[in-house]
């Protein structure tokens, strides 16, 4: 949607001004601009795998919530695996913010590892 621009010639003595007034609730080219550069950094540190270890989990949540968007209850089982997923990650981070292991969250090639960790202990309790 375009703005409404009204441009003004106004005379002071031998000089001609020129005046923009656009719609208070628009915004300039520039701020939306900097709006959706914000915006698009946000969304992709949030959904790629390397910020996100349940990125997987979280899409899946969000497609089930799309397409069942009447009837939520048909995706409880996607949002509680999702929950699941993020405290894990978050019990991780917080256990190698204790033992001052930097950085916080894993990259991807050690999550497969400790993945597989967190099962066995899972299958010998």
């Given at each position: 949607?375009?703005?409404?621009?009204?441009?003004?010639?106004?005379?002071?003595?031998?000089q001609l001004?020129?005046?923009?007034?656009?719609?208070?609730?628009?915004?300039?080219?520039?701020?939306?601009?900097?709006?959706?550069?914000?915006?698009?950094?946000?969304?992709?540190?949030?959904?790629?795998?390397?910020?996100?270890?349940c990125?997987?989990?979280?899409?899946?949540?969000?497609?089930?919530?799309?397409?069942?968007?009447?009837?939520?209850?048909?995706?409880?089982?996607?949002?509680?695996?999702?929950?699941?997923?993020?405290?894990?990650?978050?019990?991780?981070?917080?256990?190698?913010?204790?033992?001052?292991?930097?950085?916080?969250?894993?990259?991807?090639?050690?999550?497969?590892?400790?993945?597989?960790?967190?099962?066995?202990?899972?299958?010998?309790?």
């Amino acid at each position: 949607m375009r703005s409404n621009i009204i441009f003004l010639q106004l005379f002071f003595g031998k000089q001609l001004f020129s005046a923009h007034i656009m719609e208070a609730n628009q915004l300039s080219e520039a701020e939306r601009s900097n709006q959706r550069r914000i915006k698009n950094r946000q969304s992709t540190e949030f959904n790629n795998e390397i910020n996100n270890p349940c990125s997987k989990e979280h899409k899946m949540a969000n497609e089930c919530s799309v397409k069942h968007f009447e009837d939520r209850d048909k995706c409880k089982a996607y949002f509680a695996n999702y929950r699941s997923c993020m405290e894990f990650w978050t019990n991780i981070k917080a256990e190698r913010r204790r033992e001052r292991i930097r950085p916080l969250l894993p990259p991807p090639e050690e999550r497969e590892q400790i993945l597989r960790d967190a099962r066995s202990k899972a299958k010998l309790s």
